[in-house]
């Protein structure tokens, strides 16, 4: 009895890490293309870091935004 209750909670703990670790690649990738956009627009309009830094702190805003919505549905739901 006590071994298939262990497969279960191995089991929402592996599903666990790998939506942790898909937040935290998605963060990586959001954060970087948002940098490269912002980096073309300052060499464009000649504003070198003021768009960089502020899409990059949308991206990060953003992505923290929905990670704390997706736990909050999550916790509603246990």
Not at 39 to 64: R, S
Not at 69 to 74: G, P, Y
């Amino acid at each position: 009895m006590a071994s298939t209750n262990n497969k279960v909670h191995g089991k929402i703990n592996s599903m666990q890490i790998f939506m942790i670790s898909a937040w935290g690649f998605t963060m990586v990738i959001s954060s970087f293309l948002f940098l490269l956009v912002g980096h073309w627009i300052d060499l464009k309009f000649n504003t070198e870091p003021k768009f960089m830094t502020g899409l990059l702190a949308l991206a990060v805003f953003l992505c923290i935004w929905r990670l704390y919505e997706e736990a909050t549905r999550k916790s509603k739901r246990c």
